[in-house]
């Protein structure tokens, strides 16, 4: 991705995540914004931004981060929301047998004592493959893939979802549900 992109991706997840009133736009309760408005408001915050451009970081984005409605005039992040305006009713779904949350090493004992929590998000974020893992983990240090066994909670009766990019989400995850892997 070029640079352009990247900024404009990064500042698309600040507005679209965390503070849309930095730009003086809202969101409604499934996260979406009006693209009009995230142009103006943008402009007014001295950042340059056109459908062309949106468009263009919407389809180019590496995770698929964001999603522009059917007719184009709204857009949204489809997950890694803080914000608490926004709760998207994702469809409740059965989970494949493992899933993997990457970490940093310093974290293990905290979450082998307390379970992964989701911070300041709504959730806590699993994927399917591991290589999604250890490149989520190292972004706070030497990663570790920790294995969650997601079929037997969601037996148990933990509520798992899938954002539309294909990360899994859930509320928490208990200890006993977690196993670290040797690299
Ligand atoms: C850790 C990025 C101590 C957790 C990525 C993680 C992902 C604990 C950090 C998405 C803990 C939270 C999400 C406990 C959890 N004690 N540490 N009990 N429970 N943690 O960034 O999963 O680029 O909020 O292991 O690619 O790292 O934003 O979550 O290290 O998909 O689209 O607390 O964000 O995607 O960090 O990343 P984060 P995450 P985007």
């Keep these: 991705m070029s ?6 991706s990064k500042f698309l997840s600040y507005v679209l995540r965390h503070e849309p009133h930095a730009i003086g736009i809202t969101l409604d309760s499934e996260g979406w914004a009006d693209v009009d408005a995230l142009i103006a408001g943008s402009k007014a915050a001295g950042r340059e931004l056109d459908r062309e ?5 919407v389809s180019s984005s590496d995770k698929k981060r964001f999603a522009l409605s059917d007719d184009n005039r709204r857009i949204r992040a489809v ?7 926004v709760a998207i009713r994702h469809v409740a779904k059965e989970p494949p047998t493992f899933l993997y949350h990457g970490t940093a090493t310093r974290f293990l004992d905290s ?4 379970g992964l929590r989701p911070g300041q998000r709504h959730h806590v974020h699993l994927s399917e493959d591991m290589s999604t893992a250890t490149t989520v983990g190292e972004r706070y240090g030497k990663p570790v893939i920790l294995r969650v066994e997601a079929l ?3 037996q148990q009766g933990f509520r798992f979802f899938q954002a539309d990019n294909g990360v899994w989400l859930v509320e ?3 200890a006993n549900s977690l196993t670290p892997l040797d690299n």
């Design 172 to 174: 928490q995850v208990p």
């Design 79 to 85: 997950q890694g929301h803080y914000t608490d305006s």
């Design 152 to 154: 037997r909670m969601h």
């Design 111 to 114: 979450i082998l004592a307390e």
């Design 3 to 8: 640079k352009e992109f990247t900024d404009t």
């Design 53 to 57: 451009l949106i468009q263009a970081v």
